[in-house]
């Protein structure tokens, strides 16, 4: 809700991106609680990952399944691939995030406007892989990381051979976009040739 979405978005927005919360932590220490938890699926559907976001004060705002415990090391994921492979569109955008992702995805799907994330600022071999894979039932592809991040944006681009967009002055990710800001940059990823 802090972050632009209505009550009733939030619960959709949830059923949507399979997205739960902790309020206790299952290994009975505090180290889950008070998280927003995205599950991590592979291509197939099959839960290989989670990260947890803190609401509220944390020590580390995202906490994820070490690779030791885990299907795949978060390196190897795609945030909603199983839903990406799925579907066809105009953009694919490509942010640091989930909350990038979903804000972007959560707008634009209805103009044919999808999003994932990489969960770094960094994309290894595995998601490159993915994502050019990905980028074949889109039009256009688009990396677009948060503020500050622009070494590596301009890395990604040029190692995946896709488009790079900035956001606008004064906006750090596109997390904190309001939903007008979300529809001007949808808009602008569709006219722009």
């Known amino acids: 809700i802090s972050r632009g979405y209505s009550g009733h978005d939030v619960v959709t927005l949830a059923k949507r991106y399979d997205l739960y919360y902790s309020r206790a932590s299952a290994q009975g220490g505090n180290s889950w609680r008070r998280r927003v938890l995205f599950p991590i699926r592979n291509e197939h559907g099959h839960l290989v990952n989670y990260t947890g976001r803190a609401i509220g004060n944390a020590k580390a705002r995202y906490k994820t399944l070490d690779g030791d415990n885990a299907g795949a090391r978060m390196s190897e994921c795609l945030f909603d691939l199983p839903t990406l492979f799925k579907r066809k569109g105009n953009v694919l955008v490509i942010c640091e ?5 979903m804000r972007i995805g959560w707008l634009g799907e209805a103009l044919g406007i999808h999003a ?8 290894s071999d ?12 889109y039009e256009r592809t688009v990396v677009l990381f948060d503020q500050g991040a622009d070494l590596q944006a301009m890395r990604a681009q040029h190692t995946l051979g896709f488009e790079r967009y900035t956001l606008p002055a004064g906006i750090k990710d596109p997390g904190n976009l309001q939903a007008g800001e979300v529809l001007n940059l949808c808009r602008q990823l569709l006219t722009v040739n």
């Open 97 to 101: 995030g989930p909350f990038d992702a």
């Open 116 to 123: 994932t994330c990489v969960f770094t600022q960094n994309v």
């Open 126 to 137: 595995t998601q490159a892989s993915l994502l050019t894979r990905l980028s074949y039932n």
